[in-house]
Nanobody, 119 residues
Framework: VQLQAYGGGLVQPGGSLRLSCVASGSIVSINKMGWYRQAPGNQRGLVAIDTSGGTTNYADSVKGRFTISRDNVKNTVSLQMDSLKPEDTAVYYC??????????????WGQGTQVTVSS
């Protein structure tokens, strides 16, 4: 099982970016899918997550600006980031809890994609 993330980059304050992540491999089912981020000197923290039941949770710092969406057929999760601020600068990691053909449900991480918000 692999998670591949796309869409990071450099954007000016107030701008938008969209991150996408696709899960591939011998997937039986996916529970949670979402995004974490880690800025230099900080611990990795939750940005947004979508449970298999459709409930979404957001970090307080991104509520109203970021929107998570999920496609259960394509095994993808996306993060639409609007009104970006310099403090959103971080490496963003895709996360998923996946049951595969060979393993019971476990956590998987994508490779990380850099988001830089700067003028």
């Amino acid at each position: 099982v692999q998670l591949q993330a796309y869409g990071g980059g450099l954007v000016q304050p107030g701008g938008s970016l969209r991150l996408s992540c696709v899960a591939s491999g011998s997937i039986v089912s996916i529970n949670k899918m979402g995004w974490y981020r880690q800025a230099p000197g900080n611990q990795r923290g939750l940005v947004a997550i979508d449970t298999s039941g459709g409930t979404t949770n957001y970090a307080d710092s991104v509520k109203g600006r970021f929107t998570i969406s999920r496609d259960n057929v394509k095994n993808t999760v996306s993060l639409q980031m609007d009104s970006l601020k310099p403090e959103d600068t971080a490496v963003y990691y895709c996360y998923a809890e996946i049951r595969s053909r060979y393993f019971s449900t476990r956590a998987y991480w994508g490779q990380g994609t850099q988001v830089t918000v700067s003028s």
